[in-house]
């Protein structure tokens, strides 16, 4: 007879197979059991057809990876703990030392301080581009250039930039490039529902699962998907190597939250224009920046390149609103709470000192507010902003 120690550990009992749920199981492993020594010796860790270690993928993230590379239109995924560290992820499978990269001057900020920091130190340098001015991008892709980050649109500022004549650039360069040039897009704010990016043809498409296909609020997961099984093996292996791995549970509950995202993408674009074309009336508001509204930057290329939008816009203050009157107006909003993050339930706001952030000039003299729209009711959020606006006439 076993102690009892043992057979808590070592139970016969197997419950039967074939329980069908509507939601995937959450597997949870560091150790997987191999048969027999043979099947242990015979397993190629690096093939997805069989499970190696937990490290390397569960039939729970194998799951959430199909369904990301079928939401972005691509064929291959590979998943890492946060959208920070997809960004990461591609320079570092992507890039030597030696190589350059470049990043548009609107860029998700934190891949800009990733490359002033580690990518310098690893002797990668980089340039920031105009993504609006595709002659910018033409004049500083170098035969040193490896990769070029696109954001459409580009953070808090939300200009949309023309990706294809962006790529059409890299493209015309990478042809007669010894080593190609990658592209790679911070797909976040598209999410795979706005336009399809490798239909515009861009290489990789790196997207913050943390935002709507978590729509949480609650969960950090990343992805990088690509159409090239070339350039998925240089991800996918360079990810096994430096051992970026997703929790069961993290995956689950993005899994849950996909299940909803195309009703939630689609129902926070209807609030967010609403509340950005009610903006755009009010006195204190100098401009509203979103890429459905006539007059955004890019708003051409939006029209031509998207079906929908996501719930961020920015509003510009006139410059006789001071900043201590646009930080009383957030202070005294009641439904748009202070945070970073967005395509959550609750709605959000943060003030922005532009200039501080980009190299090029900014030309606005009055502070800047982003907002991301959760799902209240557009009333009851038109309201709330209606009161705070109220604080600054009086
Ligand atoms: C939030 C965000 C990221 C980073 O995602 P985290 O999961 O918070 O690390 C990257 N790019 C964009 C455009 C984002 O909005």
Redesign the pocket.
């Known amino acids: 007879m076993q102690d009892l120690s043992t057979q808590l550990i070592h139970h016969p009992y197997q419950a039967p197979a074939g329980f069908a749920s509507v939601n995937v199981p959450v597997h949870r492993a560091s150790t997987v059991i191999f048969s027999s020594v043979a099947a242990l010796r015979q397993r190629e860790w690096k093939h997805k057809n069989g499970y190696t270690y937990g490290l390397h993928g569960t039939p729970t993230t194998f799951t959430l990876e199909e369904r990301i590379a079928s939401l972005e239109g691509g064929r291959y995924c590979t998943l890492v703990p946060?959208?920070?560290?997809a960004?990461a992820l591609a320079n570092m499978a992507f890039l030597q030392a030696g190589d350059e990269l470049l990043i548009p001057d609107n860029a998700?900020g934190?891949?800009k301080t990733l490359a002033e920091h580690e990518m310098q130190a690893w002797g990668i340098s980089h340039r920031y581009y105009d993504p609006m001015d595709p002659a910018d991008l033409r004049q500083k892709i170098s035969a040193k250039t490896r990769l070029v980050w696109l954001?459409a649109p580009g953070?808090i500022t939300l200009e949309f930039p023309d990706l294809p004549a962006l790529i059409a650039v890299i493209k015309s360069y990478s042809s007669v490039h010894p080593k190609g040039i990658v592209s790679v897009l911070?797909n976040?704010?598209g999410a795979g529902l706005a336009f399809n990016a490798f239909d515009l043809g861009v290489d990789v498409s790196v997207h913050?699962?943390?935002?709507y296909p978590s729509g949480g609020a609650d969960v950090?997961?990343?992805s990088v998907v690509t159409q090239n099984e070339a350039l998925h093996q240089q991800v996918h292996f360079c990810n096994m190597r430096v051992g970026y791995g997703v929790a069961g549970n993290d995956a689950e509950a993005v899994l849950r939250g996909l299940a909803s995202m195309t009703l939630r993408y689609r129902a926070q674009d209807v609030s967010t224009r609403a509340l950005a074309v009610w903006m755009q009336g009010q006195a204190a508001i100098a401009e509203v920046r979103h890429p459905a509204l006539p007059g955004s930057p890019g708003h051409a290329a939006w029209l031509r390149d998207c079906t929908a939008a996501a719930c961020l816009f920015s509003v510009i203050f006139k410059p006789e609103i001071s900043q201590a009157q646009i930080d009383l107006f957030c202070d005294s909003l009641k439904f748009f709470k202070l945070g970073y993050?967005?395509a959550g339930p609750m709605s959000l706001c943060v003030p922005y000192d532009i200039q501080s952030m980009r190299t090029q000039a900014w030309p606005y003299p009055g502070g800047l507010v982003r907002f991301s729209v959760g799902l209240e009711s557009v009333a009851d959020l038109q309201a709330d902003l209606e009161q705070a606006l109220a604080k600054l006439v009086a």
């Open positions: 946060s959208g920070l560290a960004v998700y934190p891949n954001e953070s911070d976040t704010w913050a699962l943390t935002k950090l997961m990343g993050s967005w």
